[in-house]
């Protein structure tokens, strides 16, 4: 299970850059990969460092020195926000080892804090930075799409009900997971996001995403929110955009091109992670999740995320028009394919007429129906009605 499914092109960045950034919230992971690159390597070859650590920190008080006694050697450098004047350093660093003869494999850089890092990194690092995505556990990851149904159904309903978090889905039962979630929530809002920075009481914070989780899936309303918050939309705006930046939010944005229709334009709204979702909700196994009615919407944002991760390059966003033409999910390749997806939790589900107007509209070439379906059939005007496990391996055959 240690063996993520990226490390292969992890691999492969690092030797193609100076430096490759590897993001993912907290508890996904990083670190794990990080620490079996380095013991795949000799000490000689490979050196890890914990910038949460004081002692890794004061390593680097004279950072061009420390890390250029480091030449030839991979450096990891973990949770590497903590010191945003580093890539400055970096830069200069990268490139005197570069004249001298190394061009790839410099740096691993670890970040739990997106938008800070690629900030950073894109006005410090241009051209010389790689940036890679660890997600939770993806479905692919643990469960053979040519599995026996009924033990392929179980394993992904856990991973539904727990979430993605490698502790979470293999904690000894659902009522240890949900304990997991439910104290690595209090940590990321106690104490994680509070050394980021940002002065959030945490009690506004959990409310917030509470209410995200409440409404999961649906089309953002800031003044909604705010109201029920009694804070400014500003302030809402600014809450969700840290949440979208520590990668425990997702903000989906509408579909931009000019058809000549009313188009939503607001953004949907996603709580990133299943398991985090029923967290927050109190709701603690299958049976609950099934009672709940953010079934539907739960199962949507965790199929969302699968598609999207076996998607990394295309545009992802969702269609609406006033008249009722509607997608859940529009992505667009930078060749200008376009797929169509709805996402249903149904076991014989149904696309609406709004789906194939919407089709039309975008100019799909593929069109998708997910759900829970035993094995993949087609249906009338050429969409593919697919189980998610699927789906997955087709949206990577299209990119290929």
Not at 236 to 244: K, Q, S
Not at 295 to 305: D, K, M, R, T, Y
Not at 345 to 373: C, E, I, M, N, Y
Request: net charge neutral; aromatic share 6%; hydrophobic share 45%.
């Amino acid at each position: 299970m240690s063996e993520r499914l990226i490390a292969p092109e992890l691999d492969t960045l690092l030797a193609e850059f100076p430096a490759v950034v590897l993001l993912g919230p907290r508890q996904v992971g990083k670190t794990t990969l990080a620490l079996d690159l380095v013991r795949a390597r000799d000490e000689k070859t490979a050196l890890y460092l914990d910038l949460e650590l004081p002692s890794a920190q004061r390593q680097l008080d004279d950072a061009e020195g420390f890390l250029m006694s480091h030449a030839q050697r991979l450096v990891v450098l973990d949770e590497v926000q903590r010191l945003p004047g580093l890539f400055a350093v970096l830069r200069g660093v990268i490139d005197q080892r570069r004249r001298a003869g190394e061009q790839a494999g410099q740096f691993l850089l670890l970040g739990s804090a997106s938008g800070a890092l690629l900030g950073q990194a894109s006005e410090s690092l241009a051209g010389r930075i790689a940036t890679l995505e660890l997600t939770p556990f993806q479905a692919r990851e643990l469960i053979r799409v040519d599995a026996v149904v009924s033990e392929r159904d179980v394993a992904y309903n856990r991973l539904w009900v727990r979430g993605g978090f490698p502790l979470s889905w293999l904690a000894a039962s659902d009522a240890a997971s949900l304990r997991w979630r439910d104290a690595f929530i209090s940590t990321y809002l106690e104490r994680d996001i509070p050394a980021l920075g940002p002065r959030i009481p945490a009690t506004t914070l959990r409310r917030l995403w509470t209410m995200l989780a409440h409404h999961q899936g649906q089309l953002l309303n800031q003044a909604q929110l705010a109201a029920a918050l009694a804070v400014s939309g500003q302030s809402v705006a600014r809450y969700i955009d840290l949440l979208c930046d520590l990668m425990l939010v997702r903000r989906l944005p509408a579909w931009s091109g000019n058809v000549g229709k009313r188009l939503v334009r607001a953004p949907k709204v996603y709580v990133r992670d299943s398991g985090l979702v029923h967290a927050l909700l109190g709701l603690r196994d299958l049976g609950s999740v099934l009672a709940h009615p953010i079934a539907g919407a739960s199962w949507e944002g965790l199929v969302l995320e699968q598609l999207l991760a076996a998607a990394p390059q295309a545009q992802a966003s969702f269609y609406r028009t006033s008249h009722g033409a509607e997608a859940d999910l529009v992505l667009t390749w930078p060749s200008g394919k376009t797929c169509v997806v709805e996402i249903k939790r149904s076991s014989a589900p149904t696309v609406s007429r709004g789906f194939h107007q919407a089709a039309l509209d975008v100019k799909a070439q593929h069109k998708l129906l997910v759900a829970p379906v035993e094995r993949s059939y087609a249906v009338r005007e050429g969409i593919e009605v697919m189980h998610p496990l699927q789906a997955v391996a087709y949206l990577a055959q299209l990119f290929d």
